[in-house]
């Protein structure tokens, strides 16, 4: 199944629009990721520890909205956007990614 952010796809015209898909995926951090990345914060650079679970967020997200679309008979889901959250208080930090698009029929 095609997953783009664009409206189209160069050479396969929509032939059928099936609705608006969405998949979310939450993910807890931790104490020792939120301990790292304090520690990354103060003095700079990158939060390996971060960037690993926002990508498998992120995959999560993705792999259900093609899940959902799926479920539509979609051949490509179009206009694909991210969205990231941080949700909780200080002590129970979690990520939010949720990926929505438009699933579609290709010609």
């Known amino acids: 199944m095609i997953i783009t952010t664009t409206d189209a796809i160069e050479g ?11 998949g979310d995926a939450v993910m807890g951090t931790n104490i020792f990721r939120d301990i790292l990345a304090n520690i990354r914060d103060i003095v700079g650079g ?4 971060y960037e690993n679970i926002l990508g498998e ?5 993705l792999a259900a909205l093609q899940a959902n679309a799926a ?7 179009v206009a694909v956007d991210l969205d990231y959250e941080v949700i909780g ?4 930090t979690m990520l939010l990614v ?3 698009g438009t699933a579609v029929k290709l010609g």
Do not use: E, F, M, Q
């Open 57 to 61: 967020a992120k995959d999560a997200a």
């Open 71 to 77: 479920r539509l008979g979609a051949d490509a889901v």
């Open 98 to 100: 949720s990926a929505n």
């Open 12 to 22: 396969r015209p929509v032939t059928a629009y099936l609705g608006i898909v969405s």
């Open 46 to 49: 990158r939060s390996g520890s």
């Open 89 to 92: 208080g200080d002590s129970k």
